[in-house]
């Protein structure tokens, strides 16, 4: 029963292009979002958060939207580039009280 | 700032081997976790530690997996007798609260024949 999904094993994204990686939750108790990227024989590393006081939260490149009613989150990179080509896992916790509870991951390969 | 640092990066070992993979959490980190990932579960909570004390170890999938931290700059997770289905890359994580931005290790890639 997961909590986290990910539901787009791999995604393929023409570099310069916008890619939209997608993730849904089933705990509406979850206020707390994480994305984390990982490249191969590395582990995951932070690349932005967002609490559900928000619905939006941008970093550079990346924006991160929550849409609770939805329980549906996404992270935007744009505009992409060949370094983005990475796993990128969804993570959520309840008021960051309780460990990260994470989704499988979806495969981004950004093409030149 | 060194960065958790997991050993060894890769084991190769025999069905009914005792296995054992260290983490060195960073300093200030009141948390450690240790994780599994696999292609058909993704990335798996086995046991987190607050203070060097374990908090929740209901990941932990059998009894045959076992977990210390006897003080702040060290784990392992031992298993034993090791299965081919324990085959894995279990990560060791830190961090100041349980989910504020958690720092991953490299994982370590164990193989089991």
């Known amino acids: 029963d997961q909590q986290v999904k990910q539901n787009s094993p791999s995604l393929s994204v023409q570099e310069g292009r916008i890619s939209i990686l997608n993730c849904d939750y089933t705990?509406?108790?979850?206020?707390?979002f994480l994305w984390y990227k990982k490249y191969p024989a590395e582990g995951p590393t932070f690349l932005i958060s967002?609490?559900?006081?928000?619905d939006k939260n941008e970093d550079g490149r990346f924006t991160v939207f929550l849409n609770k009613s939805a329980k549906h989150l996404s992270l935007h990179i744009v505009p992409s580039q060949p370094g983005d080509s990475a796993v990128y896992f969804c993570?959520?916790?309840?008021?960051?009280?309780?460990?990260?509870?994470f989704g499988k991951g979806t495969r981004l390969s950004v093409i030149a | 700032d060194a960065g958790v640092i997991q050993s060894p990066r890769h084991e190769v070992t025999e069905m009914g081997q005792e296995v054992t993979l260290r983490c060195k959490p960073i300093?200030?980190?009141?948390?450690l976790f240790w994780y599994r990932q696999t292609m058909m579960r993704g990335l798996e909570l086995l046991i987190y530690?607050?203070?060097?004390?374990?908090?929740?170890d209901s990941g932990m999938p059998e009894d045959r997996f076992s977990a210390k931290m006897p003080n702040a700059s060290f784990s392992t997770l031992k298993i034993q007798p090791s299965e081919p289905r324990d085959s894995a890359v279990y990560f060791c994580?830190?961090?100041?609260?349980?989910?504020?931005?958690?720092?991953f290790g490299d994982g370590t890639r164990l193989s089991i024949l």
């Open positions: 705990n509406s108790m979850f206020d707390y």
């Open positions: 994580a830190s961090g100041r609260q349980y989910a504020q931005p958690q720092h």
């Open positions: 530690f607050n203070n060097n004390v374990p908090i929740d």
């Open positions: 967002i609490s559900s006081i928000k």
């Open positions: 993570a959520a916790s309840l008021s960051g009280n309780t460990p990260l509870v």
């Open positions: 300093s200030g980190h009141d948390y």
